[in-house]
């Protein structure tokens, strides 16, 4: 197993990157979005990714997340809402993502897809519902560079952000920082501006937000500014 990420000075911790979710993006101008989020000034593209069966919806595959690579010099973000999702890993780092998250809820094998995804040259992370105790993935912090606390049940944007996801923040900023670990503890589902510096101050390192962003009627630049805002 190659070694996860160096440890973190707490004392010089920066403000919270921002990965916009082209999952409220107008799926058929998907360049444009990842485009308007890079010169919005985005640090990430957040791509879900969704098969029908772990999550009751229907999103991108691998050659989406290829093609949005050629789009943007920002980090891919790829998280995978799908059943054995060990299956896929390979794929969607060919295919460029720079970060593949799973889910403990879908991996039959939770620390060999870690590996895995490590293996084949991208950055692993794990994801845990709502409804999962976050000890279930105190095991495999050592092996990854993300940590993902879903704030709505997966599956669709849009949803009201759910308010103890904080205390799973808390935790898990807890547990990383004990082990001086500078993974990514980041955070999806209902973020907005007026709730962003909340999930911040409790301990995310990078925020995700879909429709906050591309529903924003003064546009994603002006979306982003007033995350940024929230967060400075």
């Given at each position: 197993?190659?070694?996860?990420?160096m440890p973190?000075?707490?004392g010089?911790?920066?403000?919270?990157?921002?990965?916009?979710?082209i999952?409220?993006a107008?799926f058929?101008?998907?360049?444009?979005?990842?485009?308007?989020a890079?010169a919005?000034?985005?640090?990430?593209i957040h791509?879900d990714?969704?098969?029908?069966h772990f999550v009751?919806?229907?999103?991108?595959?691998?050659k989406t997340v290829a093609d949005?690579?050629k789009?943007?010099?920002?980090?891919?973000d790829?998280?995978?809402m799908?059943e054995?999702p060990?299956?896929?890993v390979?794929?969607?780092?060919?295919a460029?993502?720079?970060?593949?998250t799973?889910h403990?809820?879908?991996?039959?094998?939770?620390?060999?897809?870690?590996?895995?995804?490590r293996?084949a040259?991208?950055?692993?992370?794990?994801?845990?519902?709502?409804?999962?105790?976050?000890?279930?993935?105190?095991?495999?912090l050592?092996r990854?560079?993300l940590?993902?606390v879903m704030?709505?049940h997966?599956?669709s944007?849009g949803?009201?952000?759910?308010?103890?996801a904080?205390?799973?923040?808390?935790a898990?900023?807890?547990?990383?920082?004990?082990?001086g670990s500078?993974?990514?503890l980041?955070?999806d589902?209902?973020i907005?501006?007026?709730n962003?510096?909340?999930?911040a101050?409790?301990?995310?390192?990078?925020?995700v937000?879909g429709s906050a962003?591309?529903?924003?009627?003064?546009g994603?630049?002006?979306a982003?500014?007033k995350f940024?805002?929230?967060?400075a």
């Open positions: 197993m190659m070694p996860a990420a973190r000075d707490k010089t911790r920066p403000a919270p990157k921002l990965a916009p979710s999952l409220s107008d058929a101008r998907l360049a444009d979005a990842v485009v308007a890079e919005g000034g985005a640090d990430w791509v990714v969704m098969d029908g009751p919806n229907l999103t991108f595959g691998p949005l690579s789009a943007t010099r920002l980090p891919l790829v998280h995978l799908i054995r060990e299956d896929w390979a794929r969607f780092v060919e460029g993502a720079t970060y593949v799973v403990i809820e879908a991996a039959r094998d939770v620390a060999g897809t870690l590996d895995a995804i293996g040259g991208a950055k692993p992370g794990i994801t845990l519902n709502p409804e999962t105790d976050v000890a279930r993935l105190l095991p495999y050592d990854i560079d940590v993902l704030s709505v997966p599956g944007g949803q009201a952000f759910i308010p103890s904080l205390d799973k923040v808390r898990l900023r807890a547990a990383l920082d004990a082990r500078r993974a990514e980041e955070v589902g209902g907005k501006p007026e962003a510096g909340d999930v101050r409790a301990g995310a390192s990078v925020l937000a962003v591309y529903l924003d009627p003064e994603v630049r002006a982003l500014a940024r805002t929230a967060i």
